[in-house]
């Protein structure tokens, strides 16, 4: 098949056509997972945003595993489609999940679907992106416009995937996200066919043969490698690094006390790298090559986790505090994990225009560069937003502009970053070691992941869900909350002032079968009043749509909420009782000693950081450059 010297083969638009399902798949997932955890399940945010970073985390995890099976054993082609298909099937799960979201089956479903997303994700990811690549002649100029292009694919399904799962899913009713997740296990099963049917004809290198059929150790590129990947298993570097994972799983774990998941990315993260560069058979300039890849993947570790704050944190932002009504219709939190995507479609074919122009006069910036102007503008980014909340009541909430301006400029640091760091790992890495490198640029991104869960689970929360009420509660208990229905004015009332609530006197125990919930002993009602902010009673609201009736407990500090639901269970209609207890007051969480206390030191914290690695990331530049050994 040949190919054109100006314009791009036709098996770059098969992978965007495939790699844009995918993504619409993801995202449409991720539009609506913390809001799906918070509304539905009734997590708190620090619990839904940990949850968010282990997800993401381990959604770039494994492409590690999943570069190394295409590179040793089955190939990018059938690596991808058992990943797309074990995708469909995560998918699903959390459709059930949402089916069932009030019984205590749905934490169970999430997490069986998670697991099947995870681990097909890995099969599926670092193996398309490595095929992009595969399509041109080494040395091909072509390359950073084609992987920019791609981008493009991911990101045209980026944007229509929250409009489309938010508007099935996020639309106020709980009982609603399933038929998100149900939208996007049908894009993952769209991607799986598409491929599947064009793969043969379109997918090849300019010379005809198909590209990703065989594993990529016997691809023959311009080095001569042997079948088995050019090296044989050495036993004594294998317990080497294994000693030192163990050794870090310790430090991290119980002296750093981080969570299992967040422990065990951190951990892999230094130890195959340093498996990888340990590789007796890697010459000096492979090593150097390499040497770029891992230097850049950990300044990305600070751009992906700040710019992740998008599903998480983010979103409680524009679910809270953000004023999103528009015509006399209230637009969805979920919608705005669509502004950097259509500003990815928009504003990529003007980097392809620049990068070009520029590298015809021999004026491009090489990738180094481009990345530390990438968190440049990611830093920017937060100061605008951080600027916009600066001295403002919790309860006064900004117009959308400030979000519409945030992502905008996070979109031109993406443009300067993702799409040059694919190209360069692709160009950077011994053939042999391709999908595993790719693998470990993504392995980079899972810590990002898992580290922008941790950060997002500071957001600084102006009311926190501490217990759920165990059914296992006498139900005339229960019933004595009947009587304090909130007055229907506090909705539209003015969210800076206050409202008075009935102060009751409570007794609970542990419960037996729920370690999470309390049950309760006894309500004691009392003719006493306390003051409690309609601005909290809104955010409650916002969680629980249904909740009607509360009462005030240990002097006001926190609130008993009782929402009443209705369920069709065997053809007959089931009123279901949901109580929780409410923190009115919740501790300010602190990072690194920095107490934050409100959104504006939030937003700073994503300021330095980015910052900061954008100065050092830039001094460092000219070094890799000359590491590089000539490849630009």
């Known amino acids: 098949m040949s190919q054109s010297n100006t314009g791009h083969p036709k098996g770059l638009y098969v992978l965007f056509v495939t790699e844009m399902w995918e993504r619409f798949s993801y995202y449409g997932m991720r539009a609506i997972f913390v809001l799906f955890m918070t509304k539905a399940l009734l997590f708190d945010k620090a619990l839904g945003s940990q949850i968010y970073g282990s997800y993401t985390g381990l959604v770039y995890l494994t492409p590690l595993l999943g570069g190394y099976m295409a590179d040793r054993y089955w190939g990018n082609r059938k690596s991808i489609i058992v990943g797309g298909v074990l995708m469909a099937i995560g998918q699903f799960f959390m459709f059930l999940a949402g089916s069932f979201h009030a019984d205590s089956i749905a934490p169970m479903l999430m997490f069986i679907g998670l697991g099947f997303l995870i681990l097909g994700n890995g099969f599926f990811k670092p193996n398309i992106s490595t095929m992009v690549g595969q399509l041109y002649p080494p040395g ?59 793969k043969n004809k379109y997918i090849v290198t300019p010379e ?22 050019g090296s044989k298993i050495d036993t004594k570097q294998i317990t080497i690094w294994a000693g030192v994972f163990v050794v870090l799983f310790g430090l991290f774990f119980y002296v750093l006390d981080l969570d299992l998941i967040g422990t065990f990315i951190f951990a892999l993260t230094i130890v195959a790298p340093g498996f990888i560069i340990s590789d007796p058979t890697l010459t000096k300039h492979e090593k150097d090559k390499i040497w770029v890849i891992y230097i850049a993947a950990f300044f990305v570790i600070f751009f992906w986790a700040a710019f992740e704050q998008a599903g998480a944190s983010l979103t409680y932002f524009a679910e809270e505090q953000t004023d999103r009504d528009l015509f006399g219709t209230v637009v969805p939190a979920s919608y ?14 003007i980097f392809v225009w620049l990068w070009g122009g520029l590298s015809k006069r021999n004026l491009e910036p090489a990738s180094p560069f481009k990345q530390s102007l990438g968190l440049f503008l990611l830093a920017i980014g937060y100061l605008v937003i951080a ?32 799409p040059i760091g694919l190209s360069m790992v692709n160009k950077l890495s011994p053939a042999r070691l391709a999908s595993l490198l790719m693998g470990v640029w993504f392995l980079s991104t899972a810590s990002a992941n898992k580290f922008a869960g941790t950060l997002s689970s500071l957001y600084p929360e102006e009311v926190k869900i501490e217990r759920s009420i165990s059914n296992e509660t006498d139900a005339t208990q229960m019933d004595k909350l009947a009587a304090f229905k909130i007055d229907d004015a506090v909705w539209n009332a003015d969210p800076k002032e206050n409202s008075k609530l009935a102060l009751v006197s409570l007794q609970t125990t542990k419960s037996i079968a729920n370690p999470k919930a309390d049950s ?32 005030l407990i240990d002097n006001g500090n926190k609130l008993i909420t009782q929402e009443t639901t209705e369920r069709v269970v065997d053809k007959a209609p ?17 990072f690194l000693g920095y107490k934050i206390e409100n959104l504006y030191n939030f937003f700073m914290v994503f300021v330095f950081m980015a910052g900061a690695s954008a100065v050092i990331l830039f001094f460092l530049s000219k070094k890799l450059l000359k590491m590089m050994h000539g490849v630009v």
Request: hydrophobic share 45%; charged share 20%; with cysteine.
């Open 208 to 229: 005809g043969e198909q590209i990703g059929a065989k594993p990529n150790v016997i691809r023959k590129e311009e080095e001569t490698v042997s079948a088995d990947g």
């Open 520 to 551: 309760i002993v006894s309500i004691e009602p009392s003719t006493t009043t306390a003051d409690v902010s309609n601005f909290h009673l809104k955010l409650i609201k916002i969680a629980n749509k249904n909740f009607d009736r509360a009462v």
């Open 336 to 349: 705005f994990q669509s502004i950097n995507a259509v500003a990815i479609v928009i504003f990529a074919p």
């Open 387 to 418: 600027f916009g909340v600066k001295g403002i009541d919790p309860s006064t909430k900004v117009s959308m502009g400030w979000l519409l301006s945030l992502y905008t400029i996070h979109t031109f640091g993406e443009l300067c970053l993702s």
């Open 140 to 198: 091909d100029k072509r390359v950073d416009s084609a992987f920019t292009i791609f981008y493009m694919g991911i990101n045209l399904g980026a944007f229509i995937a929250p409009l489309l799962a938010g508007y099935l899913g996020d639309t106020g009713n709980p009982d609603d996200f399933k038929w998100g997740f149900l939208a996007a296990c049908m894009g993952m099963i769209l991607s799986v066919l598409l491929f599947v049917t064009l």
């Open 574 to 590: 089931v009123k279901v009782t949901k109580l929780q207890i409410w923190n009115l007051h919740p501790e300010k969480p602190s």
